[in-house]
């Protein structure tokens, strides 16, 4: 279900917690094959729990609860735009329109292509950064001016 | 920056390649450590030099540090454990990641000086998901410490030992409440417990438990360094030493500050570089987007410690300073605060779960220009229900600031509801307000 | 002790008690939704913040410790204040349909909203609504009706043992459900419709049928396995509409078994037996009592008039009441045949003659909690008794109770089982010899002398195991279970599980099988001096056979041969709560008698209990309480003793003695006999369960229960290389040959011990097979 190498990873986060405590390491682990397979179905979701010792719907939970799990199919970039309080006093929820003008798409919406999908985020605690986006839940983007916007679609466009 | 600063202390335009062991030590760093090591400090000693220090909690809550560490059972026989919260998710608070980033050395010796005086034997640093990049380096600083030996079995040769590892959340701003964050480092939902019991006697995996934030652990050295005397000077007696003001919103330079505690605002806004294009000031959050909003007039007269911003009606807490200047709808400010308490509500709870939901289709149906007459009374009724009724301090963080907008804005959200029309007009905000859209002219 | 005051009443609690402990004690009620009394405690509904001296906020009683002299005000206008927040919270999202909600009239949320709720509605926003779950065909879900309190969570994984049902996402988007839509498969799921405060979760079967205003209310005892949980049914216009738990402490706790629940749907189903029948020239009519009767009698007469006593073998069920079995017995005994017995599934009967007494538990079902190590030999625990289960897995889990099991299947119990030896049948006796000869190492105490030439020469470390887990602990049991009952060699199981509870200090038990597996030898409905017991009237058939509520083919050992034995008698009675073509075909008269709805009765369970009983429903046409036919077929035979005023005095005389006095697990050493079975000599054995849903027969034709997954259709269940040293595929059909044939779909499982094949009994599909256990083949088709 899982590469070897995604497997390795899981196995690393497991050792930091004590012995009989594999469960710890759901967040890591579903954050792992998540970048593996780009979202979460619900058999990774119980393959991953039966490798960590914990009923599928305890996972279930988790991968649902946190916000940055995607338990749909996502494009190949998705874009989690700040729209709170300090990032829209700098501009992020015009980010977010800049956005959706570009790609055509709303939130919680794929580009026909599968290349963008548009969400919006909670606060990333970056908030001197505002406005701030995610890329791939992994990489902040700050100060998102209209240009800068342009820069990065264009940087993901041809990726 | 500020001159005085201490664990910004050293940190320039090269912030991003100053952050390794290395240039910590060439800092002063892990001095501390090296000195209760050698020199078999006991714990009683630290904790006193803390309590002196009035070094309190830079998480928000702003318990004094010393007491809690004297809290943890030091004698409880098997596993006992401490936390680093840097899960920061609150709108306006930005403080720990740059803490994390540029100088992660100093939270690492300041949960091992932790973890010697409370007799932990393993910590975790709960980063917040969204700050993967820092998640990431801060494995790197835990290698280069397990690697210089300052970390793991013996440590600098003594008989001390303690483990330390990164965990990261995945977008879920209720695991900074401590309860939550050590469900959630359990591999649960983060959802809060009741207390008590306390972690102190039941934790992380029902062991003892110490949780604090990153900013805490990351003073401790310099507090133990300078002295608690010296360090209490720094600040007002109750208000002990400098801490980090993360400053956002509508001002020409947003970022973190450290400051002493008692420093006026205006300075504050000064280093910022004052109000955005030279606009007027409107309202301040002091202290994180649950921290009730204080217009121009009364903030601007404040100085900067836990106890001022308490009487002047707010809270200090983390130190997140939002900054609002004449074009910002309140009304639309509200919406966007009360959203994010409604996304992040854990659900658990009732009046929570149930409460903010209320909130937000309240505030967001007056900011659509759809209010009713009553409605603030209601948004007030409902507050008042969730306030103090519910687990953790989640809904009153969602109810407080629906009160304290109104109480000192009435005028915008009467008008909203009134003429369906904002006070401030579109052209001019930031915010995006929504009046208008769903509203076909009459 | 801690002093506290509520609503200005002082009150004594123990330490540790919480405000709501507290309330309880003192009769002051505090309303709430999530706290239960079972369950953990969640403190998330609010409902129950009262206001605390000193308190700057109201508090939660069930989550509140009492601290000494606290003073707490329960209906204070603070507290009052924040209940009816929590309650106006709670109504927001929640649908008024209470005129279509099946929970309406005893709905908690209903209840309160009255007390507490506002008569208008602030909340002027669209409701949030949710697609309703399929849990399965026992439970019903009305998702939009939840109001989040997660007591069916709870219940899912503290007590059912698994986390079947969560609370996924958050906010007021949290949602109740299991993953990927899975149905529910615990045994004991249907009691989360009497958790559930509100109609979210209710009863599949009972829905839609009755208001629970309209039902009576009566107090019954299960007739099931042999807890013998006690339970209300609830009757309207004389028809048993649903079964509820009734609390009881010492027994089931609020809990029922979902066979306790919903077999109660057979009690209507269409097969009932409603007219005595008697089959002449092979056509099946139906007669009046008088004539079915007074051709009983003269059948019998003619019988044992001609061959003796001897000739009638007189077999009944372990469900029957201890009225019914007494005076079945006594019929027996007054045609002076000592050919009786109620233990059909068991083979080796030569503990017979040196048992201390009747068979029982061996301890209280309370003090489950505090023992430390438990042994469980040859049982489907978690199956055959689920509510023994759910006590052990409590301790397991909250008490540290350390489990360990030998037997020969090892499936999911949904608790930790600290230690298991996972044997073939035949094994079985070694395996505890193996712990009895580690035990007697751990404790320097010797094996019995009897014994000592029998122990093992190697151990294998998993049977150390087991013997160090008893060695540790002080308190302990060692429990046999159906399948160490029904084991061709259970005497020998049992004498050396009498060593093992010995040399461990623990008290040696018998788990039963039916409602009165114990309560059958205190009716002394066993055979006595000179009597053939159950397996011995089939493979020495008799003449005539006097059947109680049985089905032949499915309640015995082997029902293949039970139904040869019975096609060769001159005279089959079967008194029969249903119609079956099995008692069609070997019977001549069938005489209807009802189930424990419709009659008086006693059942005595595992710890000795004797638990009596009212008919809460009349029964369906001419069918009689078995009591009173046998009663009257006593005095049609001219007997002595047949003129009790009514169950009672049945009762009385059957249990007369003190029934503690009976109870004993003692086992004395064996005669030597001839070996009962065999020795074991092909390459597969058979591992027969009795499905939990097809154990007697209420259950088998309780429709709902028919459609969950515990009534699937048998299958031959082998371990991978079991099957593969047969060369049979996972999921091919195979022709399975014991003394007869039949085909099954191979199951890979590797809970089977190695060299085993698990195929169900008390099924139509495996009657065929032949007996419960023994030597199997096996080919792919």
């Known amino acids: 279900m899982l590469s070897q190498e995604s497997l390795r990873q899981i196995n690393k986060e497991i050792a930091k917690y004590p012995p009989g405590r594999k469960q710890s390491a759901i967040m890591s682990a579903l954050r792992i094959a998540q970048t593996e397979k780009g979202w979460l179905p619900k058999e990774v979701i119980e393959f991953v729990a039966d490798y960590l010792d914990m009923p599928p719907m305890a996972a279930y939970e988790v991968a649902t609860f946190y916000n940055m799990y995607d338990l749909e199919p996502v494009g190949r970039h998705k874009l989690t735009v700040c729209t709170n309080l300090p990032c829209a006093l700098s501009g992020g929820v015009h980010v977010a329109e800049y956005l959706k003008r570009r790609l055509g798409i709303g939130f919680n919406e794929t580009t026909p292509d599968g290349k963008f999908t548009l969400k919006e985020g909670e606060c990333m605690g970056a908030c001197g950064d505002a406005p701030v986006l995610l890329h791939n839940n992994h990489r902040m983007c700050g100060f998102m001016s209209m240009d800068k916007i342009d820069r990065l679609l264009s940087e993901l466009e041809n990726q | 920056m500020s001159a005085r600063a201490l664990i910004l202390a050293g940190i320039g335009a090269d912030a991003d390649r100053t952050w390794r062991l290395q240039d910590y030590v060439a800092r002063g760093g892990y001095d501390t450590l090296r000195k209760i090591v050698a020199e078999k400090t006991p714990p009683e000693a630290i904790i006193a030099e803390l309590k002196t220090s009035g070094l309190r909690g830079r998480g928000g809550a702003g318990f004094p540090t010393g007491l809690k560490w004297s809290f943890m059972p030091r004698a409880f026989p098997g596993d006992k454990y401490l936390v680093c919260n840097s899960d920061e998710g609150e709108p306006g608070t930005f403080k720990d990641r740059d803490i994390l980033r540029y100088n992660p050395h100093a939270v690492i010796e300041g949960m091992l000086i932790g973890a010697w005086v409370m007799g932990c034997t393993r910590g975790y640093n709960y980063i917040h998901g969204e700050i993967f990049q820092v998640y990431l380096r801060f494995e790197e600083a835990l290698e280069e410490a397990r690697a210089a030996g300052l970390l793991g079995q013996n440590i600098l040769g003594s008989d001390f030992s303690f483990e330390l590892f990164a965990h990261h959340g995945y977008g879920a701003y209720v695991c900074g409440e401590e309860t939550a964050l050590l469900e959630s480092l359990e591999g649960k939902k983060g959802q809060p417990r009741f207390k008590p019991p306390f972690p102190a006697s039941y934790g992380l995996y029902g062991k003892p438990t ?233 | 002790m801690l002093e506290i005051e509520i609503d200005g009443n002082a009150v004594q609690v123990p330490d540790g008690s919480t405000v709501m402990d507290a309330a309880t004690l003192a009769g002051v009620y505090i309303p709430h939704f999530c706290y239960h009394k079972k369950l953990s405690i969640a403190a998330s509904c609010r409902m129950c913040l009262v206001q605390v001296e000193k308190a700057p906020k109201p508090l939660p009683a069930c989550a509140t410790p009492v601290t000494n002299g606290m003073k707490v005000w329960t209906h204070s206008e603070t507290a009052i204040k924040a209940q009816k927040g929590v309650m106006e919270f709670l109504l927001i999202n929640h649908p008024l349909e209470c005129p279509i909600c099946d929970q309406g009239g005893e709905c908690q949320l209903q209840d309160l909203a009255v007390g507490y709720g506002g008569a208008h509605a602030r909340y002027r926003e669209e409701k949030r609504v949710w697609v309703n779950k399929n849990f399965g065909p026992l439970i019903a879900s009305d998702a939009t009706r939840c109001i989040n309190c997660t007591r069916c969570v709870r219940f899912t994984t503290e007590i059912g043992g698994l986390m079947e049902l969560g609370q996924a996402h958050r906010g007021d988007h949290a949602e109740i459900m299991s993953f990927l839509g899975r149905a529910i498969d615990s045994e004991l799921s249907g009691n989360i419709i009497d958790l559930c405060p509100v109609g979210a979760l209710t009863s599949k079967p009972f829905r839609f049928s009755a208001r629970a205003w309209e039902l009576s209310r009566r107090r019954s005892i299960s007739p099931h396995d042999s807890l013998g949980a006690n339970l209300i049914v609830q009757t309207k216009h004389d028809k048993v509409m649903r079964v509820l738990p009734f609390d009881n402490d010492r027994l089931n706790e609020c809990w029922i078994t979902d066979k306790d629940r919903f077999s109660y749907e057979a009690l209507a189903s269409e097969h009932r037996l409603t007219s005595p ?505």
């Open chain 2, 210 to 442: 110490t949780i604090n934030n990153t900013e805490t652990f990351a003073s401790v050295p310099f507090v133990l360094k300078m002295g608690g005397e010296a360090f209490l000077g720094l600040g007002k007696p109750n208000n002990g030493g400098a801490k980090i003001f993360s400053i956002s919103g509508h001002v020409n330079r947003p970022g973190n500050y450290e400051l002493n505690l008692g420093t006026p605002f205006p300075e504050l806004l000064e280093m910022a570089g004052g109000v955005r294009d030279g606009r007027k000031l409107k309202a301040v959050i002091p202290g994180g987007s649950s921290a009730p909003v204080l217009p121009a007039d009364i903030i601007m007269d404040c100085t900067l410690d836990f106890d001022a911003i308490a009487k002047a009606g707010s809270m200090l807490g983390s130190g997140a300073v939002i900054v609002m200047d004449e074009t910002a709808c309140m009304v639309r400010a509200l919406e966007r605060l009360s959203y994010f308490y409604h996304e992040e509500s854990c659900g658990q709870c009732t009046p929570c779960r149930e409460g903010t939901g209320w909130l937000y289709r309240v505030v967001r149906r007056i900011e659509e220009g759809l209010g009713r007459s009553g409605d603030l009374d209601l948004l007030c009724s409902i507050a008042e229900n969730i306030s103090g009724r519910t687990i953790c301090a989640l809904g009153d963080a969602a109810a407080g600031p629906v009160r304290s907008f109104i109480k000192h804005f009435i005028d915008e959200f009467i008008y909203h509801i009134e003429y369906k029309k904002c006070l401030v007009p579109l052209a001019v905000q930031d915010l995006g307000s929504q009046i208008n859209v769903n509203v076909s002219p009459t």
């Open chain 3, 277 to 781: 029948m008697i089959r002449k020239d092979g056509e099946w009519r139906a007669v009046s009592w008088q004539i079915a009767l007074e051709f009983t009698v003269a059948a019998l007469q003619e019988v044992v008039g001609g061959q003796g006593g001897q000739a009638l073998g007189t077999l009944a069920s372990p469900h029957a009441t201890i009225e019914e079995l007494y005076l079945l017995q006594k019929l027996a005994r007054g045609l002076a045949s000592e050919n009786i017995d109620f233990r059909l599934r068991q083979r080796d009967f030569r503990g017979d003659a040196v048992r201390g007494g009747a068979p029982w538990l061996g301890m209280s079902v309370v003090d489950i909690h505090d023992l430390h190590s438990l042994l469980v030999i040859g049982s489907f625990l978690r199956k055959d008794a689920p509510l023994l289960a759910q006590k052990v897995r409590h301790s397991a889990l909250r008490h540290g109770l350390r489990v360990s099991a030998v037997g020969s299947s090892a499936e999911d119990w949904r608790m930790p089982v600290a230690a298991r030896a996972l044997v073939a049948p035949a094994a079985m006796a070694a395996a505890l010899a193996g712990i009895a000869a580690a035990l007697a190492a751990e404790t320097g105490k010797p094996v019995a002398e009897a014994l000592a030439g029998r122990l093992p020469p190697d151990i294998p470390n998993n049977v150390r195991a087991i013997a160090q887990s008893l060695a540790s602990g002080e308190k302990n049991a060692v429990w046999l279970g159906s399948f160490a009952v029904q084991h061709p060699r259970a005497a020998e199981l049992h004498l050396w599980a009498q060593e093992i509870a010995r040399l461990s200090g623990a008290a040696l038990g018998f788990i039963g099988e039916a409602a009165n597996s114990t309560g059958g030898y205190l009716a002394s409905a066993v055979p006595g001096a000179g009597g053939l017991d159950a397996r011995a009237m089939i493979e020495s058939p008799r003449d005539a056979y006097l059947l109680f509520g049985v089905e032949p083919d499915l309640d015995f050992a082997d029902g293949a041969a039970t139904m040869t034995a019975l096609d060769q008698a001159q005279l089959v009675v079967a008194a029969s709560i249903f119609d079956s073509p099995a008692l069609r075909q070997s019977a001549d008269v069938l005489l209807p008698i009802v189930p424990f709805t419709e009659t008086p009765g006693t059942f005595v369970n595992c710890i000795g209990d004797a638990q009596s009983f009212h008919a809460v429903a009349l029964p369906p046409g001419e069918a009689r309480p078995g009591w009173k036919v046998l009663r009257v077929l006593g005095n049609l035979l001219d007997l002595p003793g047949f003129n009790q005023d009514d169950a009672k005095a049945v009762r009385d005389e059957a249990l007369s003695g003190d029934i503690r006095a009976c109870l004993d697990n003692a086992i004395g050493e064996l005669p030597e006999a001839e070996d009962p079975s065999p020795a074991q000599t092909s390459r597969l054995q058979r591992v027969a369960d009795v499905p939990v849903y097809f154990a007697d027969p209420l259950v088998r034709r309780a429709a709902s229960l028919q459609k969950t997954a515990d009534a699937a259709p048998p299958t031959a269940r082998m371990s991978a290389s079991t099957l593969a040293a047969l060369g049979v595929s996972a999921g091919s059909r195979v022709r399975v040959t014991g003394t007869g044939t039949v085909e099954l779909q191979a199951v890979a499982d590797e809970s089977v011990a190695s060299g085993c094949a698990r195929i169900a009994a008390a099924h139509p599909a495996t009657v065929a097979l032949g007996p419960m256990h023994g030597n199997l083949s096996v080919e792919q088709i």
